[in-house]
C-alpha cells in the first residue's frame, strides 16, 4: 500500500497525493505540463503500472492498459484514486 498517502484528507488532498507521488514515479517521463512524453513505450508503460499497483495496492483493469489511456498524470492518478476509493468502500 502506498507509504506516501495520509489516511484522510479531502478526495482532492488525496488526488494531489498520488499526482506527487506519480510525479516521482515516472519523473524521467513527464514533461513540467504533467504529460508523459514520447520517451515511455508501452514496455515501459507496462513495468511502470507494476510498479504504481505495488505502491497504491490496487490493480488495473485489463481494458486501462494502454498508455494512450493516460497521457497526462492527473488522469492517471485519478484512476489510481478512483480504484483506492473502491477497494476501501
Known amino acids: 500500500m502506498c507509504?506516501?498517502?495520509a489516511h484522510g484528507g479531502t478526495p482532492m488532498e488525496k488526488e494531489n497525493e498520488v499526482?506527487?507521488?506519480l510525479l516521482q514515479l515516472f519523473s524521467e517521463y513527464?514533461?513540467?505540463s504533467g504529460e508523459l512524453?514520447?520517451?515511455i513505450d508501452s514496455l515501459t508503460f507496462i513495468k511502470s503500472v507494476v510498479k504504481v499497483e505495488k505502491?497504491?495496492?490496487i490493480e488495473f483493469d485489463d481494458?486501462?492498459?494502454h498508455l494512450e489511456n493516460f497521457?497526462?498524470?492527473k488522469t492517471l492518478a485519478g484512476y489510481?484514486?478512483?480504484k483506492m476509493d473502491a477497494k476501501s468502500a
Do not use: A
Open 55 to 57: 505502491e497504491f495496492g
Open 19 to 21: 499526482y506527487e507521488t
Open 80 to 82: 489510481i484514486q478512483q
Open 71 to 73: 497521457q497526462d498524470m
Open 37 to 39: 512524453t514520447e520517451y
Open 30 to 32: 513527464v514533461n513540467e
Open 63 to 65: 481494458d486501462m492498459l
Open 3 to 5: 507509504k506516501h498517502l
